[in-house]
């Protein structure tokens, strides 16, 4: 049965920082790319940031120098670590495992609330 389980999320003042990390069962991870992405209320869900079974990362022009992504492939653990948050990082985030194009899996998601 494959999990993929997302931790960290939480209130965290405009100008904090947040780290979220989705550990992952069932699934052989360092054949998996490995995805952040967040849906905002009224809003679609969007991709936040990426990493690839060689460990290339991309990154939404949003969050470009802000968030950087990280894996562990043998705690098969995925990371987000968001600095200089802003109210309009607001959403729920997910985490999301791809491999073949054809193996995809989602997370439960996690909130994550930037307020003063």
């Known amino acids: 049965q494959v999990q993929l389980v997302e931790s960290g999320g939480g209130l965290v003042q405009p100008g904090g920082s947040l780290r979220l990390s989705c550990a992952a069962s069932?699934?052989?991870?360092?054949?998996?790319?490995m995805r952040w992405y967040r849906q905002a209320p009224g809003k679609e869900r969007e991709l936040v940031a990426g990493i690839s079974s060689d460990s290339s990362t991309r990154f939404a022009d949003s969050v470009k120098g802000r968030f950087t992504i990280s894996r562990d492939n043998i705690k098969s653990t995925v990371s987000l670590q968001m600095n200089s948050l802003k109210v309009e990082d607001t959403a729920v985030y997910y985490c999301?495992?791809?491999?073949?194009?054809?193996?995809?899996?989602w997370g439960q998601g996690t909130q994550v609330t930037v307020s003063s």
């Open positions: 069932g699934i052989t991870f360092r054949d998996y790319t």
């Open positions: 999301y495992a791809l491999a073949h194009g054809v193996l995809a899996y």
